[in-house]
């Protein structure tokens, strides 16, 4: 199970500055919790641009081209009607459901890869238990350091400016 | 900067969870009481049958794609705030309203999903428009346009499903977080899906929700166009023309706007919001109505414009000529390009009672404009033996009447059950300033 300390901070600045402290001892393996998105917070902890972009395109363009496919299989190949002499391939027809399906399935790919990036639909987790946690989703910031952080003992004074401090998953 | 994202949380939830009392008890049963209507009436339709209906030759299409038509248009002005207004920035009177407004696309869409699905005769046979492997080996015909709106209308269904699910993450774990019953705390922990919001989860959340609004901004365009291409594709006098999709697009954002203005005066009148949904909001709705109101006059323009131009002599004895359709067209004329003029004039956009009637006006308006273009050509079209008349019936009344009360009932239920304003938008943005 997960371990770790958790701080509770009253504003987005007293949890920047609290990380600044708590890398330059040499601790990585940190996460926040907050109500809001902030890209201040994730300059501070390293973190580059989420890359899921990429999976609404590779899905968009596997949907169109799939569709694309099926259409010519369908009409041109299963099942050809002859409609006034026209040919069974059109492209000009088929471009509309190829491009309905892109953007279909560019946004079912996203989504899913958005559950699997997040780890979502884990209902619980170990900080849940943290008396007060769930201050994150209303006004207050958490930074939490993992218990199995390799320079955890040399934490120091790095949270003195939280306003709480707190171990969870049964870590001392 | 904490305690202006704690009052902003305490206060907007706060009226949220404000019971609606006997207001909204008395409004839940009058739409359930029409959708009991509805119901009634499709089940009756599926017992004897579509005869039932108005629908008979030459108007083999009426009141089911004209109501289908209307639905899916005031579905487009929610995915175009939630949307395009958040691809363009204007996220200051755009946040507000986007919850509903998208609430509204999902529940319009609902409503219009039903008409083709029954208009079908054997509503029980709607999934042979998808190609599945079967023993006939009969496959969809993709040269027609009747599977373009399968696919157009399913992708829009579910595109916008996806994005206004994503959006309501972080609301959903607020209510989880501070829900007074562990019922509760149950139910919106299980529909929050565990978001805690941790700074992964952030950063994915905010590019999933831009890939997501990218998506959908175009479907704004396309799926009315897909319509539209329904009746531009078919040879009928007032059909055939390249007008069609732009002139459709317009129509549909501006009835949708219209309907966004009928929903949130209520709604911010009844949860006092007046201060998050603010007179801002309902003006920069009604410039978009006024706009979009522009583009369908200039459409109806154009579209006598082309039939004087070509010279084609169905075309202009349709568009010219007195028909039974007539009055109706007159009366979209007065709905539609005569009433929003008033919204040229600050006072008028600032006056809610204004703004209501004008925008129940553009909503009969643009009932009327689906009547009159799918009705009069169909009943005048090159043949004169094979002109007739058009007229509805009690069931079909029904059915439209029954999809309001429908579409009443689950936006009650969503501002009872569900955070209808997006909060952690509202806090966002409040940081940001």
Known sequence: MRTGIAAEFADEATLLAAIHRVRDHG????????????????????????????????????????????????????YPIDLGGRPPHMPLPYLIITIEMGFLFGAIAVFVAFLVACRLVRLWDP??????????????????????????????????????????GGAA | MSEKLRDLHDDVFGRMRARGGRQWRIAFGVCGLFTLLLVGSLSWTIYKGIGVWGTNMPAAWAFAIINFVWWIGIGHAGTFISAILYLLEQNSWRNPISRLTETMTIFAVVQAGL?????????????????????????????????????????YFTVSVLFWFTGLLPDLASLRDHAPTRRQRILYGLLAMGWRGDARSWRHYKVTYLM?????????????????SDFAIGLTPGWH???????????????????????????????????????????????????????????????????????????RSLMFGFHPTSIAFWMMISCNVLAPQVLWLRRARRSKVVLLIVSLLVLLGMWL?????????????????????????????????????????????????????????????????
Not at chain 1, 63 to 76: N, P, S, T
Not at chain 1, 143 to 150: E, F, M, R, S
Not at chain 2, 212 to 228: D, F, G, M, Q
Request: glycine share 8%.
């Open chain 2, 115 to 155: 008409f083709p699905i029954f208009h079908l005769g054997r509503p029980w046979f709607a999934y042979w428009l998808f190609p599945y492997p079967d023993i006939m080996g009969v496959w969809p015909n993709v040269k027609s346009a009747l599977p373009w709106d399968a696919a157009a209308v399913s992708t």
């Open chain 2, 369 to 433: 404009e689906r009547y009159v273009i799918v009705v009069q050509g169909l009943l005048r079209d090159q043949l004169p033996s094979a002109w007739g008349n058009y007229m509805p019936t009690i069931v079909d009344l029904g059915i439209l009447a029954g999809t309001l009360g429908f579409f009443g009932l689950l936006f009650l239920a969503f501002l009872r059950f569900m955070p209808f304003i997006p909060v952690s938008e509202l806090k966002e943005e409040a940081v940001l300033e």
């Open chain 1, 27 to 78: 601790l990585t393996r940190l996460e926040t919790y907050g109500p809001v998105p902030s890209e201040a917070i994730d300059l501070a902890l390293g973190k580059e641009r989420s890359s899921l972009s990429v999976a609404a395109g590779i899905g968009g363009l596997c949907g169109a081209a799939g569709a694309y496919a099926l259409q010519w299989f369908l009409v041109a190949y299963l």
């Open chain 2, 241 to 315: 023309t390249t007008l069609q999709p732009p002139y459709f697009v317009a129509g549909a954002i501006f009835s949708g706007f219209a309907m966004v203005i009928v929903l949130a005066i209520p709604v911010r009148f009844f949860y006092r919001l007046e201060h998050v949904i603010t007179d801002r909001v309902l003006e920069n709705c009604a410039k978009l109505m006024l706009i979009t109101g522009c583009i369908v006059a200039y459409g109806y323009m154009m579209e006598h414009f082309g039939a004087y131009y070509t010279g084609d002599a169905d075309e």
């Open chain 1, 127 to 168: 900080i849940n238990d943290v008396p007060g946690f769930e201050s994150a989703t209303r006004d207050h910031f958490w930074l939490a350091i993992d218990g199995d952080d390799p320079a955890l003992d040399r934490l120091g004074d790095a949270l003195d400016d939280a306003a709480r401090v707190a171990p969870f």
């Open chain 2, 212 to 228: 997501l609004a990218s998506i959908a901004a175009p479907l704004v365009i396309s799926v009315h166009s897909v319509v539209s």
